[in-house]
């Protein structure tokens, strides 16, 4: 299996743009996890989905983030206009069944800097 | 609101030494994960633990949940430069499987 699937690995813009990340999940996966990574916040939960649906988007900090996940296989999230303060590793995470004891399969990550 | 609290944030020790990190909270977790992150990479699955008082290892590793199940730790015999990264845990509670995690312990081992 190919793992979890993030492009682009790295994206650098400026404030105001829109910047649009895509993630791929392992085939099968139910689950799917969008995650933003600083020094300051550590790992944080930005929004899950569950077969597709949004279940909880109670980390996405502003309307600015929007995520969408159209069928099993794809999902993007968007930062539009993007920020400095946005700046940080955001990744994508499956799992099969959504328990707490699942493994969850991060993908290598998105390095967005936002000039 | 369920936190987290690793310790220490960040350790550098040499090849050959042991080391223990912490993983502590106020709340009460069904399960606890460990992950293990290398620059460039996404965190990586180590072990889950679910039972109070239960010990597990991986080789030179052996991880402890604690007793009320709100702390656990991470201990490494022997350390060796492969195992430089940084060590997240995650606490699972939520009955969706969203994990609560940790701001990590960066560890280096010099060779």
């Known amino acids: 299996d190919a793992g979890v699937i993030q492009s682009p690995r790295h994206e650098v813009t400026e404030m105001g743009q829109e910047v649009t990340l895509r993630c791929k999940p392992i085939s099968g996966h139910d689950y799917l996890f969008w995650y933003r990574q600083t020094m300051m916040r550590g790992l944080e939960l930005l929004i899950y989905f569950n077969n597709n649906v949004p279940i909880d988007d109670s980390g996405m900090p502003e309307d600015r983030f929007s995520a969408k996940m159209p069928n099993a296989s794809f999902s993007t999230l968007k930062i539009q206009p993007s920020e400095p303060r946005d700046s940080a590793v955001y990744f994508c995470a499956s799992s099969p069944w959504g328990l707490s004891t699942d493994t969850q399969y991060f993908g290598p990550g998105t390095r967005l800097t936002v000039l | 609101t369920q936190l987290l609290e690793q310790s220490p944030q960040f350790l550098s020790i040499q090849e050959g030494e042991n080391l223990t990190v912490y993983c502590n909270s106020s709340s009460v977790f069904s399960s606890l994960q460990w992950y293990r992150q290398e620059p460039g990479e996404g965190p990586v699955l180590l072990v889950t633990?679910?039972?109070?008082?239960e010990v597990k290892k991986l080789k030179r590793l052996t991880f402890q949940f604690g007793d009320a199940r709100k702390d656990s730790s991470l201990h490494i015999t022997a350390a060796q430069p492969g195992d430089t990264g940084l060590y997240l845990c995650?606490?699972?509670?939520?009955?969706?499987?969203?994990?609560?995690f940790g701001k990590g312990t960066k560890l280096s081992v010099k060779p």
């Open positions: 633990v679910v039972t109070g008082g």
């Open positions: 995650a606490g699972g509670g939520g009955s969706q499987g969203n994990l609560i």
